[in-house]
């Protein structure tokens, strides 16, 4: 089971999870061959790029978007990426397994402070969970499946944090935690948790998606 | 008859030095390495050396001192205390086969071809030591 979950299962994760990005990004390209002129822009143009002005522009419109009306949401938002990508990248149980099966890794954080990186995502994500729950305004658009993708996200931390402080029986927590990041990596290309691409080829590439660069793409 | 002592003392001598070898060893050892690890990571492996010498091991299944490929180790050194048959004589942090890397090639690279034996972090590096 254990060299299963280990060994095959894990290249169907990786090869599902790049390949489901490579085919979201061809579709993307091939979804929006079409150019539009763009009308509107929120980046002030009447001074150099980089002038003082221009980047106080570009700073007041950035207020006008939901950094401005909701703040603590985005510093949450961000702490919680942050949290979401560095943490299992810089894990150096993550990092010695590669270097015991490829001979490569890379720089880790210590064990302690992936821990803390870990505790700050999990405050995160119950601070989402909490948000769906009591905030009408959002509970009014949250399905199951919000919660399920939060959870899939969450999982595999919470899962880790409980394998690596030997919570209850180690071995099934263990298993737990590899199949948990698993099933993200294998579910993230085709559901909400796509924005981790969209996000970037949306919001600069796309001139009608609040383009934050000068995207001419088109649907 | 002659010859028949000369055996039976020789069986005798060997049978001695065989028990003062083996009564040497330690049933569990504390692999921590402090002088290694200024700070740890994780926390340090009871390793039961009394069930891989009950197995069909040789001491040199795991002890080893390369020349030209082969380990060329005399069981004899294998007594504890002596600083030279300690891992980290020559598997220092700076080795290209560092200390961590050498504990675990050595460990899990075995547990892993012999099925059998732990092979996950927690399974070694136990937060609530084995009774």
Redesign the interface.
């Known amino acids: 089971m ?1 060299d299963f979950i280990r060994g095959p299962l894990l290249w169907v994760a990786f090869i599902v999870f790049f390949g489901g990005l490579v085919f979201q990004l061809l579709q993307f390209f091939t979804l929006t061959r079409k150019k539009e002129r763009l009308f509107l822009s929120v980046h002030g143009k009447t001074k150099g790029r980089w002038s003082i002005e221009s980047m106080r522009q570009w700073f007041e419109s950035l207020l006008t978007t939901i950094i401005g009306t909701h703040p603590m949401m985005t510093i949450l938002t961000l702490i919680f990426h942050c949290c979401l990508f560095v943490t299992p990248i810089f894990l ?2 993550h990092n ?1 397994l590669l ?2 099966s490829w001979g490569i890794s890379i720089w880790s954080f ?2 302690s402070t992936t821990d803390i990186l870990t505790v700050v995502l999990l405050v995160c994500g119950a601070l989402f969970l909490l948000r769906r729950i009591f905030v009408r305004r959002v509970r009014a658009i949250t399905t199951a499946f919000d919660y399920l993708i939060l959870f899939i996200t969450v999982a595999p931390f919470l899962s880790g944090y409980m ?4 919570w209850f029986h ?2 099934a927590i ?1 298993f737990a935690h590899i199949l948990a990041g698993e099933v993200m990596l294998i579910v993230a290309p085709f559901t909400k948790l796509g924005h981790m691409l969209f996000f970037f080829l949306y919001r600069f590439l796309i001139g009608s998606e609040y383009s934050f660069g000068q995207g001419t793409r088109s649907w | 008859m002659k010859g028949k002592c000369i055996t039976v003392v020789l069986g005798g001598v060997i049978a001695a030095m065989m028990i003062s070898i083996l009564s040497a060893q330690p049933e569990k050892i504390t692999l921590e390495n402090v002088e290694a690890y200024k ?1 740890k ?2 926390p340090p492996v009871h390793f039961p050396h009394e069930v891989h010498m009950a197995g069909d091991l040789a001491c040199t299944d795991c002890h080893h001192r390369y020349e030209n490929g082969k380990n060329i180790l005399d069981e004899s050194e294998l007594e504890e205390g002596t600083p030279n048959i300690q891992c980290r004589a020559c598997h220092t942090t700076q080795s290209r086969v560092n200390l ?2 050498a504990f ?2 050595q460990c ?1 690279g075995c547990h892993r071809r012999e099925k059998r034996g732990p ?5 070694c590096h ?3 030591p084995p009774k």
């Open positions: 254990f150096l149980a010695i270097d015991e210590s064990e394998a690596y402080h030997q180690y071995k263990l | 700070k990571q994780r961590r890397r675990h090639r899990i092979r996950l972090c927690g399974e136990m937060r609530t």
